[in-house]
């Protein structure tokens, strides 16, 4: 089992743009789909992006494509999601996990019985 700590939140306004990191540690970094995950206040946890073992294909939630990128690291085992022109509605607790045997797509609905942290960020409009 790999065990992920996400960082990079904060506070922004509108339009500005933010970096967030997760690290992985445990297991072979690199056997893994990696996905970025996100739940505001009140609502339930929702998919935002993933990305394949070799960083190459990508896939996104609607609300985000255009303006988030995310990348991946294996050499670092880590996986960045880019965030530019962050909007008000981007406000949320962000979260990284893992599965060694998703596909980009299935990332979207892969319910984990476990999660990190998680790193807040907060867009002011």
């Known amino acids: 089992q790999v065990q992920l700590v996400e960082s990079g939140g904060g506070l922004v306004q509108a339009g500005e743009s933010l970096r967030l990191s997760c690290v992985a540690s445990g297991r072979t970094f690199s056997s893994y789909v990696m996905g970025w995950f996100r739940q505001a206040p009140g609502k339930e946890r929702e998919f935002v992006a993933s990305i394949?073992?070799?960083?190459?294909?990508?896939?996104?939630t609607n609300s985000v494509k255009g303006r988030f990128t995310i990348s991946r690291d294996n050499a670092k085992s880590t996986v960045y999601l880019?965030?530019?022109?962050?909007?008000?509605?981007?406000?949320?607790?962000?979260?990284?996990?893992?599965?060694?045997?998703?596909?980009?797509?299935?990332?979207r609905t892969r319910k984990f019985d476990s999660w990190g942290q998680g790193t807040q960020v907060t867009v002011s409009s």
Do not use: F, H, W
């Open 52 to 60: 394949a073992r070799n960083g190459v294909m990508t896939y996104y």
């Open 82 to 107: 880019q965030m530019n022109s962050l909007k008000a509605e981007d406000t949320a607790v962000y979260y990284c996990n893992a599965d060694p045997d998703a596909t980009i797509a299935t990332m």
